[in-house]
């Protein structure tokens, strides 16, 4: 891929007709060089730097602006003769010419000349613009035949890819604008100190890579890393993904369901999507996509001069939405909209940055989305640390992706162990009355105590209970519970006398739920592991969620306007 600013308009006997200024209008109306593919080229140096075919400098193809007397105009002649001399194309008879010919053009101007010197790259066009010569078979199988004449003092052998006889190449082709890696670009295969070093093989002859896999390799990954709509960053780790055939429809699918965002433009496209979303909630097949179609789903993230791969999957369409379907059901949780795994990896980052998430976590858990299985317990870890660190108050839907990522790994985890979960041992969507766990009771218990406060001293409190104590109480009950009990009475009592006795009877009925019906006679437990502390989030959220929005039996809100006025301003 390389950034073109002219195109130079050629007839049939190679004259000059025009030059066109190429781009694409950005912010402001500014605009910006056209990227298209091109004849591979290497950086150049040296007293004599090489020319490059069919796309370079105007100072080689035009001898405009040239400092050198015309020699690098004339070695680009040379090139284009060894290359074209025996191609039959139209197309490139007319180059020969051109380049036979010389200048001066008169089609071109003054300005236009002044511009061709200082401007990046130039390519031809054959009798009219948008017909780039560089594109048409014939060229480029003289450009492919050219490169496989070339003498070489490469060694041969056999190539570890195809099995194939011929050239190995020396070095993988550099990748560029990888963020974090070096700005001359990164190498997927690289070998640069004694330790890697094999049989006294050096660099990448000791991958055994032929010369026309590294390139064909090295291009296809440098396309789809530049590609903005097949390219997803997520912190240090990027990941591209492709298929193997042309399918635009399950391309774009497949990039809402990595990273949230649709390429999608057009309207049906997008209501198929949504359509197929709602399948793969209920574990439906899709019915609008192909599910045969195969995809490759790469992740890598720089590493100094190198490129290191953090996953690669290889499944179809319809294994993969089968997956995500999983991964959606899991993860659901009642006011929590997000679904994407980067939103839910953020939760983990200290103040919310990306920077901040582990590129080890980002990589293990998009492997699990994929794959079906078992988010790392790092994840559950991480998110507990964040809960106790600042309480999931960063903004309001903190909390709830919170809950619900801890929601995704209990549930997992039960299902890839092959555990069926009771009614009394399943974690849903919404508040579920039926859940026994203990953690989960303790942490709905503590939503009712923390709501009884609220309702009681409404912003007259300078810190909740839970600034001050969820930490304590997600971990050891039985050090903070029993005063807080006996401050809940206070607040329920004070309720009364205030005369909000709805909600008084309301958080009454359900610490009776909790404690006499639940909780029974099992006392406090001094300490709960970590799966019974992802339990008490959970279940706090949903009785807070519950609390603040179910409705009463004959449909008004169970609190009175200023405890909803409350939680609208939270």
Same mark, same amino acid.
């Given at each position: 891929?390389?950034?073109?600013?002219?195109?130079v308009?050629?007839?049939a006997?190679?004259?000059?007709?025009?030059?066109?200024?190429?781009?694409?209008?950005?912010e402001?109306?500014?605009?910006?060089?056209?990227?298209?593919?091109?004849?591979?080229?290497?950086?150049?140096?040296?007293?004599?730097?090489?020319?490059?075919?069919?796309?370079?400098?105007?100072?080689?193809?035009?001898?405009?602006?040239?400092?050198?007397?015309?020699a690098?105009?004339?070695?680009?002649?040379?090139?284009?003769?060894?290359?074209? +001399?025996?191609?039959? #194309? =139209?197309? !490139?008879?007319?180059?020969l010419?051109? /380049?036979?010919?010389?200048? $001066?053009?008169?089609? @071109?101007? +003054?300005?236009?000349? #002044? =511009?061709? !010197?200082?401007?990046?790259m130039?390519? /031809?066009c054959?009798?009219? $613009?948008?017909?780039? @010569?560089? +594109?048409?078979?014939?060229?480029r199988d !003289?450009?492919?035949?050219?490169?496989?004449?070339?003498?070489?003092?490469?060694p041969?052998?056999?190539?570890?890819?195809?099995?194939?006889?011929?050239?190995?190449?020396?070095?993988?082709?550099?990748?560029?604008?990888?963020?974090?890696?070096?700005?001359?670009?990164?190498?997927?295969?690289?070998?640069?100190?004694?330790?890697?070093?094999?049989?006294?093989?050096?660099?990448?002859?000791?991958?055994?890579?032929?010369r026309?896999?590294?390139?064909?390799?090295?291009t296809?990954?440098?396309?789809?890393?530049?590609?903005?709509?097949?390219?997803?960053?997520?912190?240090?780790?990027?990941?591209?993904?492709?298929s193997?055939?042309?399918?635009?429809?399950?391309?774009?699918?497949?990039?809402?369901?990595?990273?949230?965002?649709?390429?999608?433009?057009?309207?049906?496209?997008?209501?198929?999507?949504?359509?197929?979303f709602?399948?793969?909630?209920?574990?439906?097949?899709?019915?609008?996509?192909?599910?045969?179609?195969?995809?490759?789903?790469?992740g890598?993230?720089?590493?100094?001069?190198?490129?290191s791969?953090?996953?690669?999957?290889?499944?179809?369409?319809?294994?993969?939405?089968?997956?995500?379907?999983?991964?959606?059901?899991?993860?659901?949780?009642?006011?929590v909209?997000?679904?994407?795994?980067?939103?839910?990896?953020?939760?983990?980052?200290?103040?919310?940055?990306?920077?901040?998430v582990?590129?080890?976590?980002?990589?293990?858990?998009?492997?699990?989305?994929?794959?079906?299985?078992?988010?790392?317990?790092?994840?559950?870890?991480?998110?507990?640390?964040?809960?106790?660190?600042?309480?999931?108050?960063?903004?309001?839907?903190?909390?709830?992706?919170r809950?619900?990522i801890l929601?995704?790994?209990?549930?997992?985890r039960?299902?890839?162990?092959?555990?069926e979960?009771?009614?009394?041992?399943?974690?849903?969507?919404?508040?579920n009355?039926?859940?026994?766990?203990?953690?989960?009771?303790?942490?709905?218990?503590?939503?009712?105590?923390?709501?009884?406060q609220?309702?009681a001293?409404?912003?007259?409190?300078?810190?909740?209970?839970?600034?001050?104590?969820?930490?304590?109480?997600?971990?050891?009950?039985?050090?903070?519970?029993?005063?807080?009990?006996?401050?809940?009475?206070?607040?329920?009592?004070?309720?009364?006398?205030?005369?909000?006795?709805?909600?008084?009877?309301?958080?009454?009925?359900?610490?009776?739920?909790?404690?006499?019906?639940r909780l029974?006679?099992?006392?406090?437990?001094?300490?709960?592991?970590?799966?019974?502390?992802?339990?008490?989030?959970?279940?706090?959220?949903?009785?807070?969620?519950?609390?603040?929005?179910?409705?009463?039996s004959?449909?008004?809100?169970?609190?009175?306007a200023e405890?909803?006025?409350?939680?609208?301003?939270?």
């Open positions: 891929m390389e950034k073109v600013d002219w195109a308009v050629l007839n006997q190679g004259d000059v007709e025009g030059v066109l200024h190429l781009g694409v209008k950005g402001k109306d500014q605009l910006h060089p056209l990227e298209m593919l091109v004849p591979e080229h290497d950086g150049r140096s040296g007293k004599t730097p090489k020319p490059y075919f069919l796309c370079d400098k105007a100072s080689y193809l035009l001898d405009v602006g040239s400092t050198d007397g015309g690098s105009h004339e070695r680009s002649r040379k090139l284009h003769h060894e290359v074209l +001399d025996g191609c039959e #194309d =139209a197309a !490139a008879r007319a180059v010419s051109f /380049f036979d010919r010389g200048g $001066p053009f008169p089609a @071109i101007s +003054d300005e236009q000349a #002044d =511009a061709l !010197a200082s401007s990046r130039v390519v /031809f054959f009798e009219r $613009p948008g017909n780039y @010569i560089h +594109d048409r078979e014939a060229i !003289a450009w492919t035949s050219y490169l496989t004449s070339l003498p070489s003092d490469e041969e052998g056999w190539c570890s890819v195809t099995g194939q006889h011929g050239p190995i190449a020396r070095l993988f082709p550099q990748v560029t604008g990888i963020p974090g890696a070096q700005s001359s670009g990164a190498s997927l295969v690289s070998f640069n100190f004694d330790a890697t070093e094999s049989y006294g093989k050096k660099q990448a002859y000791n991958a055994s890579i032929s026309d896999v590294a390139f064909k390799a090295g296809a990954l440098k396309y789809l890393l530049g590609n903005r709509d097949r390219r997803i960053t997520l912190g240090n780790t990027i990941v591209t993904f492709w193997d055939c042309p399918a635009p429809p399950e391309n774009a699918l497949v990039a809402l369901m990595l990273n949230g965002r649709s390429p999608a433009e057009d309207d049906t496209t997008n209501e198929l999507i949504q359509r197929a709602e399948e793969m909630r209920k574990g439906l097949p899709l019915s609008d996509f192909d599910g045969n179609v195969g995809f490759s789903i790469l890598v993230s720089p590493n100094a001069a190198r490129l791969v953090r996953f690669y999957e290889r499944q179809s369409l319809g294994r993969l939405a089968e997956n995500y379907g999983d991964y959606l059901r899991d993860t659901a949780m009642i006011g909209d997000r679904y994407s795994i980067w939103s839910f990896l953020l939760q983990t980052a200290c103040l919310g940055k990306s920077e901040n582990p590129s080890t976590l980002v990589s293990r858990s998009f492997e699990a989305m994929l794959r079906g299985t078992d988010f790392p317990l790092s994840f559950e870890q991480l998110i507990l640390s964040r809960m106790r660190a600042d309480h999931g108050a960063n903004n309001k839907w903190d909390l709830g992706q809950a619900a929601k995704g790994c209990l549930v997992r039960a299902r890839c162990k092959g555990v979960l009771s009614r009394e041992e399943n974690f849903d969507m919404a508040l009355r039926d859940n026994t766990n203990v953690g989960y009771l303790w942490g709905r218990l503590f939503a009712v105590m923390e709501r009884a609220q309702g001293l409404g912003d007259d409190v300078n810190a909740t209970i839970r600034d001050r104590y969820i930490g304590a109480a997600s971990s050891t009950p039985s050090r903070v519970f029993q005063p807080l009990l006996l401050n809940c009475q206070n607040h329920l009592s004070k309720l009364r006398k205030d005369k909000k006795h709805r909600m008084a009877k309301q958080l009454e009925s359900e610490l009776n739920e909790i404690i006499g019906n029974g006679d099992g006392g406090l437990p001094k300490i709960l592991d970590m799966d019974d502390q992802g339990a008490f989030f959970i279940g706090y959220y949903q009785e807070r969620y519950d609390l603040r929005h179910s409705k009463s004959n449909g008004e809100k169970n609190f009175d405890s909803e006025n409350e939680s609208k301003g939270e």
